[in-house]
């Protein structure tokens, strides 16, 4: 196993919810930031929400008041609630971590680690 291991995608209707897990294996002194991206096909990958070692939370506007990133420390894991899905959610989602803080945390290569992903489709 990677550093990180995704779970919980599926397949939903439009409206409906998923909760996707992050898991991450560190030492428990590492502080790292993480956030969620996903890529659909034919387009670029693009950030969907962030979590920084410091606590700070970033969402894309396409998701913002629909998805809620937070962070379990005991579990060493990463969660990203998704309510009221759309289709134009189906995607590959990945998770990422990178150790501290990034500059940019809804771009890709501010990330070192990453997921192997976990697909999401919403259709009716």
């Known amino acids: 196993q990677g550093l990180l291991v995704e779970s919980g995608g599926g397949s939903v209707q439009p409206g409906g919810s998923l909760r996707l897990s992050c898991k991450i294996s560190?030492?428990?002194?590492?502080?790292?930031?993480m956030a969620w991206f996903r890529q659909a096909a034919g387009k670029e990958r693009e950030g969907v929400a962030a979590i920084e070692s410091d606590g700070r939370i970033t969402y894309a506007d396409s998701v913002k008041g629909r998805f809620t990133i937070s962070l379990d420390d005991a579990e060493d894991t990463m969660y990203l609630q998704m309510n009221n899905l759309k289709p134009e959610d189906t995607a590959m989602y990945y998770c990422?971590?990178?150790?501290?803080?990034?500059?940019?945390?809804?771009?890709?290569?501010?990330?070192?680690?990453w997921g192997h992903g976990t697909q999401v489709t919403v259709s009716s």
């Open positions: 560190k030492a428990s002194y590492d502080r790292y930031s």
């Open positions: 990422a971590a990178d150790l501290f803080s990034v500059g940019r945390p809804l771009v890709a290569s501010e990330y070192v680690y």
